[in-house]
């Protein structure tokens, strides 16, 4: 737990670690390869509820900039239209300049020396943390037993990062690991009902959990095709591709993170702010979304790569998981430059039914949404009567209308 953390002596990661810091909160303040743009949703199905939960979601979207490159009098303002990671992080980047200058800084405020004591603690094992993330196994590759790489990302490097690092995966898994298969330990956090949303419109169950504060949400595949944004530097760090079956997880998460924020706004009320990130991970790749239900603002980050060229993990992906799972500690919500931007996501406006946003605004709960979803043909008008009785995403029974 937290409170046994000796915060007299914060351990000290020698120049190099140091370094490598240094070079990696620079990139999330200046560059362009790590940064936030604003969404705009074009496209939603929010008033419907999905028989297939978030993955079932449609959330189309376009970036702030795109929207401006159809508008040839504003193309020239679109270098301003990104965002530096750190911006909306703050707190966090003081912290970390303050240290950066003198190692014998420590935070006055509890959280954030604990907060800072988790990261120096990571950095110090970040080699030994590269080989764990790298080793291969059979069920990975064919990714028959999903719960193992979710167990390693949480076991390794998320709650090992995070304040509040209790964390819960979703137990409607069909295989659940309680222990990590690279290490053979067993794991602090707990399977347990992750669900949020509201079953009258979108709502599923997260990957993980953590500290009921950040949501997570686990990809098997590359969530982005990056094959030519790694060869070719000038091509947009933004880019996905038409036609990428991968899209469809875009959207997934995004929709996760649009409940995720009202949920946090709900039963965490005494935040400061409320951009509330929601985190989309797969084996290769770290996606950051973060939506401010009070300023209907969307912020999308392009794909961090969890590891270097050479194997070893990012410095600068470890650095902005770290912002962001400590969210209540280190964000600052969205900047005045954002504010003065005025670009909103519109995702009420798409719902175009008050009693919709009603439930968006005051309806939204966390668990006991893995049961059978309440019949509404409107819903499911192309079904043809027919409907399933799902529990945890999994369809149990087919049944005719009316047996239900
Ligand atoms: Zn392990």
Redesign the pocket.
């Given at each position: 737990m937290a409170e046994d953390i000796n915060l007299a002596a914060l351990p000290d990661i020698g120049l190099e670690k140091r370094d490598g810091l240094k070079s990696a909160l620079e990139a999330l303040k200046s560059s362009p390869r790590f940064c936030f743009c604003l969404l705009k949703i074009t496209n939603s199905d929010a008033h419907l509820c999905s028989r297939y939960g978030f993955s079932g979601a449609t959330c189309e979207t376009k970036k702030s900039f795109e929207m401006e490159d159809e508008d040839a009098e504003k193309k020239s303002n679109s270098s301003k239209e990104i965002y530096p990671f750190i911006d909306i992080f703050q707190n966090g980047h003081n912290i970390l300049k303050k240290y950066l200058n003198d190692q014998s800084y420590i935070p006055n405020n509890h959280s954030e020396k604990i907060a800072l004591e988790k990261l120096l603690s990571l950095l110090l094992e970040i080699e030994d943390l590269g080989e764990?993330m790298s080793?291969e196994m059979p069920e990975l590759k064919t990714c028959k037993n999903k719960s193992s790489w979710t167990?390693?990302l949480a076991?390794?490097i998320l709650s090992p990062l995070a304040v509040y690092q209790q964390y819960v995966i979703d137990d409607t898994y069909e295989s659940k690991c309680d222990i990590?298969?690279?290490?053979?330990?067993h794991i602090s956090g707990d399977y347990g009902d992750t669900s949020i949303g509201n079953k009258n419109v979108w709502h599923g169950s997260l990957d993980i959990l953590i500290g009921r504060r950040v949501g997570i949400s686990i990809h098997h595949e590359e969530i982005f095709d990056d094959s030519d944004s790694k060869e070719n530097s000038t091509s947009s760090p933004f880019e996905v591709k038409d036609g990428d079956s991968l899209v469809g997880d875009r959207q997934q998460i995004i929709a996760e993170s649009i409940v995720f924020a009202f949920l946090q706004k709900k039963i965490n009320p005494d935040l400061k702010q409320f951009l509330i990130p929601t985190i989309g991970m797969s084996k290769t790749d770290v996606l950051f979304y973060l939506y401010d239900p009070d300023h209907d603002v969307l912020l999308e980050s392009p794909p961090f790569f969890i590891f270097e060229s050479k194997g070893e993990i990012s410095y600068i992906t470890i650095l902005a998981l770290w912002l962001a799972v400590n969210h209540p500690i280190l964000g600052t919500g969205i900047t005045t430059h954002i504010k003065d931007r005025s670009f909103t996501a519109d995702f009420l406006k798409h719902l175009e039914n008050k009693k919709v946003e009603a439930i968006y605004e005051n309806e939204i709960q966390l668990g006991q949404l893995n049961g059978e979803i309440r019949y509404d043909p409107y819903h499911f008008p192309d079904y043809g009567g027919r409907w399933i009785v799902k529990k945890g995403g999994k369809p149990l029974i087919e049944a005719d209308e009316d047996v239900l």
């Open positions: 764990k080793y167990v390693r076991h390794h990590c298969h690279c290490c053979k330990e």
